[in-house]
């Protein structure tokens, strides 16, 4: 999993054939806003942060996931995912964290598997 705001290193993870590359742009934290609402215009990493503190009532710090974080990331997983499906990979907004999270729920329920 990557952030993808960085051209460079995009192009570079980008060229390796051997792996499903996940990444969200311009950040991890793009895939947190989706918990929230539908997010489709350009937006800043700094952006997200701000959002994220407006909608969850309390300044959000990059790589620190509290309680009330934790509970929306839960509770809103599938609207999550079917939002980042609407995105196109690698542009900004974009994420595929819905691929890993879908094939997590594969191996939790493998009677579902190819269901999304």
């Not at 934290?29 to 700094?46: C, P």
């Not at 997983?77 to 079917?82: G, S």
């Not at 819905?98 to 009677?111: D, Q, R, W």
Request: with cysteine; glycine share 2%.
């Amino acid at each position: 999993m990557y952030d993808a705001d960085v051209p460079q290193i995009l192009e570079k993870l980008k060229s390796i054939k051997s792996t499903v590359l996940i990444a969200s742009n311009p950040s991890i934290e793009l895939w947190f806003l989706l918990h929230y609402k539908n997010h489709t215009a350009n937006i800043t990493t700094n952006k997200c942060i701000r959002e994220l503190s407006n909608r969850n009532g309390n300044a959000y710090k990059k790589g620190v996931i509290d309680t009330q974080l934790e509970i929306k990331l839960s509770e809103n997983c599938t609207k999550a995912c079917e939002r980042a499906r609407k995105l196109i990979l690698f542009n900004n907004p974009s994420s595929n964290m819905n691929i890993f999270i879908e094939e997590l729920e594969n191996v939790k329920n493998p009677t579902k598997k190819g269901r999304k």
